[in-house]
């Protein structure tokens, strides 16, 4: 079966010559909640807005459940969804007239009945007669999602979905993405909040600069994140870590008055309070004791710098 | 082809203007209105007849097409020009639709509007000025194909603009001089020979002629020539829009 979602090859070069995407190479699985993490001016919405038509690649190919975007654009773009990341409307007309008009412009019959239970799922429902322009941003972002979903695609795009929503709209929102992926759409996602990523996504992919640095599982990600690190202030510069205690594998910071003893906080026993005993046992005294697990952020943030 | 966006893209486009009307038809018509009544009922009695019309019936013709060309364009330049500003074109860009069918839908709906003002006037102007029309399949033929023809021109000059601005130039700045001097109010023979010759080569001249020998078989020029050059810029703007969407002028990076 072909991906969802797969790029090859990539190039993006605007006209002003800046070189927004570099040999992309992506390929997004059906069913699967693939977030692309990165900082901004990264590429993320420019690697959207190509996979959906509204920027046109210098080079390479895309498809969309086989479908090559540009030759066969009806059968692609029939199956994607896209919530861009501005809130773009139509001011003057209502809720329930701009997401009808959403699925009849990607081809589909008028479904009263569709169009209302997305409605009602967003809880636009008692908004669908008043026009956009009276409704807060949070019911904006909801009108877009309703009209990216009113043509039931297959592969949906939200760009930064959840980018100034209060807590509440991020709720419901998430709540809709589940029930999505339960239905066995594909769903792409960026975003800057990586506890968000953490908490719904099963791949995450990482853009810096116009280039994918890490496609990871998200389990996998968060194995290696699993690990913390127990850091000990010493009471004395040491210049070697006591043979008594080699079998913790112990750093020692380059100034001597710091051991670092990493651990899989997820075992049952972490080796802290055997390790405690055998400083003791081997004279090593110590002031302050700190634990530290690295998040996400610090992962990416490091992958970005060391690309810098 | 899909069918279902024609529709939807059409049927949204005339609700905006059932929604604007008073900006879209009523300001129009009260306007071209004005005219019937200062030159046709107060000033055109004193005027003499042209080619055996009288003055007010006379420029009932070239008024229809003042309205119709600026009505076509901004209806139509506009209609494009605000998903661009508001950025809701993205939704167009992104959905399966050919650029023939999104063409079709925004100049079609741009061209029935101009249509239905057209001959709101036309209906307006029977009540202040007497007036006949010989030959109803050619008027109605130019009525449609001045319509699309300079709905299809507004769509350019919607692409095209990157501001308010620019969206008015043209037809304020162009458009409304070349209606003008156009033979809207007077036939082109009462001019000097060297201002004739000038006359010709604006492209208004022969809509007007052939616009107003299908209401009383006189006209400037041949209707043939009228015709054959409202084609010509037919397919002009129709060349234009196509490398347009080619290339992506202005709606894609």
């Given amino acids: ?308 | 082809m899909n069918l279902y966006a024609i529709r939807a893209i059409y049927l949204f486009e005339m609700h905006r203007t059932w929604r604007t009307i008073m900006q879209s038809i009523i300001s129009p018509v009260i306007s071209t209105s004005l005219y019937f009544v200062v030159f046709g009922s107060a000033i055109g009695g004193r005027i003499p007849e042209i080619n055996g019309v009288s003055y007010g019936a006379f420029i009932v013709p070239g008024l229809v097409m003042l309205s119709l060309l600026t009505q076509s364009i901004s209806n139509a330049s506009f209609g494009i020009y605000f998903p661009k500003f508001t950025g809701t074109i993205y939704e167009l860009l992104s959905a399966p639709v050919s650029y023939f069918e999104i063409v079709i839908a925004y100049v079609g709906a741009a061209a029935s509007k101009s249509i239905i003002l057209g001959v709101i006037i036309l209906a307006t102007a029977a009540l202040f000025v007497p007036m006949r029309i010989d030959h109803p399949f050619v008027m109605v033929l130019f009525l449609v194909l001045t319509a699309v023809t300079f709905s299809l021109f507004g769509f350019i000059i919607g692409i095209w603009a990157d501001g308010f601005e620019k969206l008015q130039l043209v037809p304020l700045m162009i458009v409304t001089p070349l209606t003008f001097l156009g033979g809207s109010f007077y036939s082109i023979d009462m001019l000097p020979p060297f201002w004739r010759t000038v006359t010709l080569f604006n492209p208004v001249v022969y809509l007007i002629s052939g616009f107003r020998w299908s209401f009383y078989g006189v006209s400037d020029v041949h209707i043939g020539t009228s015709l054959g050059m409202t084609a010509v810029f037919l397919v002009v703007c129709i060349l234009i829009v196509r490398w347009m969407f080619k290339t992506g002028y202005r709606l894609k990076s």
């Fill in chain 1, 1 to 308: 079966m072909s991906s969802a979602i797969s790029v090859s090859n990539l190039y993006k070069t605007y006209g002003s010559g800046f070189e927004a995407l570099k040999n992309i190479n992506l390929d997004i699985h059906h069913g699967e909640i693939f977030a692309l993490l990165g900082p901004n001016g990264a590429g993320k919405t420019t690697l959207i807005s190509t996979i959906c038509g509204i920027v046109n690649p210098t080079s390479g190919t895309i498809l969309a459940d086989g479908h090559d975007i540009l030759k066969d654009y009806r059968a692609a773009r029939t199956k994607i969804g896209l919530v861009p990341q501005e809130l773009t409307t139509d001011a003057f007309e209502t809720v329930w007239n701009t997401v009808s008009f959403s699925r009849g412009l990607f081809g589909k019959p008028s479904n009263p009945a569709h169009i209302e239970k997305i409605l009602k799922e967003l809880t636009l429902w008692d908004k669908k007669d008043n026009k956009i322009i009276t409704l807060s941003g949070g019911m904006k972002r909801r009108v877009m999602i309703a009209k990216a979903l009113s043509h039931e695609p297959e592969i949906l795009f939200l760009d930064e979905p959840t980018a100034g929503v209060d807590v509440e709209l991020r709720r419901d929102m998430w709540n809709v993405v589940r029930a999505l992926r339960e239905s066995g759409v594909t769903i792409i996602l960026t975003t800057h909040y990586i506890e968000e990523a953490e908490q719904m996504a099963d791949r995450i992919g990482v853009i810096s600069k116009g280039e994918i640095i890490l496609i990871e599982e998200k389990n996998e990600l968060m194995r290696s994140l699993g690990k913390k690190q127990l850091r000990l202030q010493l009471q004395e510069e040491h210049k070697t870590i006591p043979a008594a205690l080699a079998k913790y594998g112990l750093e020692l910071t380059p100034s001597g008055c710091e051991l670092i003893y990493s651990y899989d906080a997820h075992e049952d026993k972490t080796g802290i309070a055997a390790l405690l005993k055998d400083l003791d046992k081997a004279g090593v005294g110590f002031n302050d004791i700190q634990t530290k697990q690295s998040s996400l952020e610090e992962i990416f943030v490091n992958l970005v710098r060391e690309r810098k």
